[in-house]
């Protein structure tokens, strides 16, 4: 593991707005997969993510589950009831009485390897906990003592728990939960980067122009992760393109996003934030339910569809491009 910087007593480096004057390094190629909305796809694309970005990586790549659901644990193989009954959960690694000790956390510990044969031997997993759910009021009550130093102190935490897995993991994915509690709020702005994920449906995308404006109002500047792009999940498509109802709903989309961006990030994005799509495929649901030797069948053609490993891996390469673009590389 790489050094920790020491977590310092904040409440007499607080401007006037509440941000801290540190600013704190974060995870170079850390993301957040997120979207208000539930059920669009976001452990899908994290999962999925994870895996092909493992394949090309020279080091190790980490998922960290935050949703109180375990939707990702559960993809990846593990029992979120047993996980539960551990002390080597998200919930441990991030509940109040952790900020102060990071140094004394020993982090290999949290981070499991998959058991299943079919997945990419260098992608680890910190698992979720239910009792995650919990954790916004627990850091309510601590926030009650002195809310802005306590709230900087999360903060400050997260970033450093993440920047703390830089030397041996290239790339950590933090598969978010469709809220803005505290836990969220403070992975947003640890990560470096973020990818919202959406079903291209009116109802799906309405949240995201707003989440993108949420994110470009986050204080300091410093503070807010870079906007790779977003993913369409869940195609269904008609004659190898979007129906018409996708259609308009993505051109909603389009617009909303388009109006949010910011300088760097237009630079970056240019006229097409659209990183990739994922099709609506059963092999990806089985993959995702217990039958991980579905993998093996990503680049299997049918019904006119694109395979998942010509998705995935455009999708990988787009967000390896623009991670590079946005560091100066």
Not at 23 to 29: D, E, F, Q, S
Not at 113 to 118: E, G
Not at 267 to 296: N, W
Request: glycine share 6%; proline share 5%; with cysteine.
């Amino acid at each position: 593991m790489s050094a920790i910087p020491a977590l310092n007593t904040l409440a007499d480096k607080l401007d006037r707005s509440g941000a801290t004057e540190i600013v704190h390094p974060k995870h170079p190629r850390s993301i957040c997969i997120i979207n208000y909305k539930g059920g669009v796809g976001k452990t899908t694309t994290t999962a999925l993510l994870g895996i092909y970005l493992a394949k090309l990586s020279k080091k190790k790549v980490l998922l960290f589950d935050i949703d109180a659901q375990c939707s990702l644990s559960l993809a990846m193989g593990f029992d979120p009831e047993k996980v539960s009954n551990t002390e080597l959960t998200v919930y441990n690694l991030v509940e109040p009485k952790a900020w102060t000790k990071l140094k004394q956390k020993k982090l290999e510990n949290y981070t499991q390897a998959l058991k299943s044969i079919h997945l990419p031997k260098n992608l680890e997993i910190i698992p979720g906990s239910f009792n995650t759910d919990e954790l916004d009021y627990l850091i309510a009550k601590t926030l009650l003592k002195d809310e802005k130093r306590y709230l900087t102190e999360l903060f400050l935490y997260i970033k450093q728990l993440l920047l703390s897995f830089e030397e041996e993991y290239e790339y950590v994915l933090v598969d978010c939960p469709p809220n803005k509690m505290f836990l969220t709020q403070a992975m947003l702005r640890a990560c470096s980067f973020y990818l919202p994920v959406t079903i291209p449906d009116q109802i799906s995308i309405y949240g995201m122009p707003r989440l993108i404006r949420w994110v470009c109002q986050i204080d300091p500047p410093s503070d807010r992760p870079k906007l790779l792009g977003y993913v369409l999940n869940a195609l269904n498509r008609a004659g190898g393109g979007m129906v018409g109802s996708q259609q308009r709903a993505h051109f909603d989309l389009i617009k909303g996003v388009m109006s949010t961006l910011q300088a760097d990030e237009r630079a970056v994005l240019g006229d097409k934030a659209l990183v990739g799509e994922i099709p609506r495929l059963d092999v990806i649901a089985r993959f995702l339910g217990e039958d991980k030797s579905a993998i093996t069948e990503f680049n299997v053609k049918k019904s006119g569809q694109p395979t998942v490993d010509a998705c995935m891996t455009a999708i990988r390469n787009v967000v390896i491009d623009r991670i590079t673009r946005y560091n100066g590389n």
